[in-house]
């Protein structure tokens, strides 16, 4: 996928006033409050450095790497309350990368890919970290000379951003994986490399971190053959630079030696920075050596293609909380090598982000449903069990809601949980008649409409009261002001 360069416009600049000085803007209030603002418009990682980008292209005039948008997809699910933003950590091992993370080929790869839902006010977010071994499918994407791959089933997640094995990767086809797994659209994505997060590490003067035992050279590299130097001494520590991006890339010597266990610290590595950051302060001459190391290592897709845009998409975040900033894993068991996501677990997390239900503190009380407006809720119902008239009677109940319901049989054998299969553009109204069923939601790009296939342990809420989100999700959850020191290793 190609790579372009956007050259900033210079239009924020303060306009000159006589004598050719630049006026300055009007101040708004105190400056402590300025700063405050400022700070929690910054409060996740790259999203963060982005804010900060934003602000100061002004000064620097600089330019914009930007990847292609050709390769999305065409259908994409609907937009929604609230935004959503993909950031992608990549592996490739060329130029300066080389330095920091080894010798290798020069194909792009994903190391790290974080899904960050900033909910509907501005004030909240989560991050969604989903593992690079999780077995996924992928849908068609598009590959450098412009033709479509086919669908990849049981596929390695991160093998979506190396198709067409390029340098540059492939974001887009990330991007259309994760819309195809979750029912969201993906608003902005960025894509950071190896150099620029060791080099964004250091701008903020090293980031506080927390290792569980000592780890050595050898774990590191498990090829090297020997266990070498010692490279963490256990307990808590400064780290910047290439011993940043060393902390974050670890496996080998610590818990099980697992990404899982990666995850883990990655997350309490970025919650260490949003503090870190809140606590420095955001002074000009913190800024610009922040900006620096940004523009040099972030790639944004195209909606963020100048200093105008970014800025826009700033002020979007002015209002982000860091004690209301949380991380995730994708609900997630391992299958051999490989990670496979668990379900119905996984869905329910993902029609959680849909429908905007916080998942540090609590959500506003939900009352209990109305019927929809008439038409509005077109559904197939078919029954998937041996009780006979199941799905007319569910039909009924249906439509009594304000779904217009059409009952069948399905063509396949008996089936135990309900499932409702959608399109990607259908994601808000599955999610609606979830609640009414307590049913399994399946991304289903070839679903011509929403059709609901009853199980035998169906059961009838008739409420859009969300049940309980499964441990798998709230067992997991990190805030941003947790101990650097707790959940930094698995197994």
């Keep these: 996928m190609s790579i372009g360069e956007v050259p900033g416009d210079g239009a924020l600049l303060p306009a000159a006033g006589p004598g050719g000085r630049r006026r300055a803007g009007r101040r ?9 603002r400022i700070v929690i418009a910054v409060s996740v990682l790259l999203m963060l450095v982005t804010s ?19 390769g999305l997809e065409k259908v994409r699910p609907a937009e929604t309350k609230g935004m959503n933003i993909l950031l992608i950590g990549t592996d490739a091992r060329g130029g300066e990368n080389s330095k920091l993370g080894g010798a290798g080929d020069l194909v792009g790869r994903s190391d790290t890919t974080i899904l960050v839902h900033i909910y509907p006010g501005g004030t909240s977010a989560v991050g969604v970290s989903i593992p690079r071994d999780s077995l996924v499918t992928i849908p068609p994407c598009r590959m450098p000379d412009g033709s479509w791959t086919q669908t990849q089933t049981d596929v390695m997640f991160n093998s979506a951003f190396s198709v067409g094995l390029t340098r540059a990767g492939n974001p887009a086809c990330t991007v259309n994986t994760v819309e195809r797994m979750t029912g969201l659209r993906i608003d902005h994505t960025m894509v950071i490399n190896f150099a620029g997060f060791a080099d964004m590490s250091s701008a903020v003067g090293g980031v506080p971190v927390c290792v569980p035992n000592d780890v050595y050279q050898g774990d590191l590299d498990p090829n090297l053959g020997y266990q070498g130097t010692l490279i963490f001494k256990a307990g808590r520590q400064l780290v910047s630079g290439a011993q940043a991006l060393q902390y974050v890339r670890v496996r080998h010597g610590i818990g099980d030696g697992s990404d899982i266990g990666r995850i883990q610290r990655q997350q309490a590595f970025l919650a260490s920075m949003v503090i870190t950051i809140k606590n420095k302060g955001l002074e000009l001459g913190n800024i610009l050596p922040l900006v620096r190391a940004a523009t040099s290592a972030i790639t944004f897709d195209p909606s963020l293609s100048s200093p105008t845009k970014l800025l826009s998409f700033a002020q979007s975040l002015k209002g982000l909380d860091p004690k209301k900033i949380g991380f995730v894993t994708v609900p997630w068991r391992y299958d051999g090598a490989r990670v496979a ?28 449903s109305k019927a929809i407006p008439r038409g509005t809720g077109k559904v197939k119902v078919l029954n998937g069990t041996t009780t006979r008239g199941l799905a007319g009677r569910i039909s009924t109940r249906l439509t009594k809601a304000g779904f217009v319901a059409k009952p069948g049989n399905a063509p396949t054998t008996t089936v135990t949980r309900s499932e409702i299969h959608y399109r990607p553009a259908d994601a808000a109204r599955a999610a609606v008649l979830a609640r009414y069923l307590g049913a399994t939601l399946v991304p289903d790009p070839n679903a011509r409409t929403l059709t609901l296939i009853l199980g035998t342990s169906h059961r009838w809420t008739g409420t859009t009261a969300p049940k309980p989100l499964p441990s798998s999700v709230t067992g997991t959850i990190r805030t941003a002001t947790a101990n650097p020191c707790s959940n930094v290793s698995y197994g």
């Excluded at 708004?28 to 405050?36: E, L, S, T, V, W």
């Excluded at 934003?54 to 050709?70: H, M, N, R």
């Excluded at 849909?354 to 959500?363: E, H, P, T």
């Design 28 to 36: 708004h209030g105190k400056r402590p409050n300025r700063r405050r």
């Design 52 to 70: 900060v980008v934003g602000v100061a292209y002004a000064v620097l005039a600089g330019s914009i790497k930007t990847f292609d948008s050709k």
């Design 341 to 368: 996501i668990v379900q119905p677990d996984a869905n329910e997390l993902w029609a959680a982000l849909r429908a905007n239900r916080q998942l540090i503190g609590k959500s506003p009380a939900t009352k209990t």
